[in-house]
């Protein structure tokens, strides 16, 4: 089965049609975070999701975490996946369900060590996909994702292995080594930000052989 690429940190409707054109199959965009890149307002992620036509996936990171700020923002949005960037108590999930039920739920894992086998097993049933980050969400300024390191993919293949549900890959990946995390990892899909990106910005060239190597 062909790997799918979610390219994130989408800041502009300019990204959103460049990394369409070159075969992206969902787009990444940032709501507010204590770190990171590519922060939107809430009134530029809803405009770039408005023009964004299906098949193509419309990704809303946010960091909130209570059931009523998620939904809301899931809602105000206009996406069609919400990406839970930190922990979230079980009736977040439950009100996504009833109140969006329009709305896939992709919950963000940071890859610390083997823990995370046991987490990604307990909480697969509750989510459409589980989301293999590099964050620290314990560091003094919280990392929720965007830092452009890799992690211990031997875990990351860990879940793949031991879960249903499809996993995504993130953390440090572009065109260097992105066959190699698809040969260890075995990923539904790889997400993909600094790796395609130069001065912050989505770089052509970089984003054209990151798609040619998973052609």
């Known amino acids: 089965m062909r790997t799918r690429v979610k390219i994130c940190c989408i800041s502009s409707l300019e990204e959103a049609r460049l990394a369409v054109s070159l075969g992206a199959d969902a787009l990444g965009l940032v709501g507010p975070m204590p770190s990171g890149p590519g922060v939107l307002d809430d009134a530029t992620i809803q ?27 899931a809602l105000a949005s206009g996406v069609d996946t919400v990406q839970l960037v930190d922990a979230v108590a079980p009736d977040t999930y439950a009100a996504l369900r009833s109140r969006a039920p329009h709305v896939r739920v992709v919950q963000v894992l940071h890859v610390e060590g083997p823990e995370v086998v046991e987490e990604a097993t307990r909480l697969a049933p509750l989510v459409d996909a589980l989301l293999l980050d590099s964050g620290r969400p314990n560091a003094a300024v919280r990392e929720l994702g965007g830092t452009g390191r890799v992690h211990d993919w031997r875990w990351s293949r860990a879940v793949v292995d031991a879960v249903p549900c499809p996993v995504f890959l993130a953390g440090g990946l572009s065109a260097d080594n992105a066959r190699r995390a698809i040969d260890e ?7 993909v930000c600094s790796g395609v990106r130069t001065a912050g910005a989505l770089d052509e060239e970089k984003l054209r052989a990151l798609m040619a190597i998973l052609s």
């Open 47 to 73: 405009s770039i999701a408005r023009v964004v036509a299906p098949p193509v996936g419309r990704f809303l990171l946010t960091s909130r975490t209570s059931a009523d700020a998620v939904v809301e923002h």
């Open 185 to 191: 990892v075995a990923p539904f899909g790889l997400d």
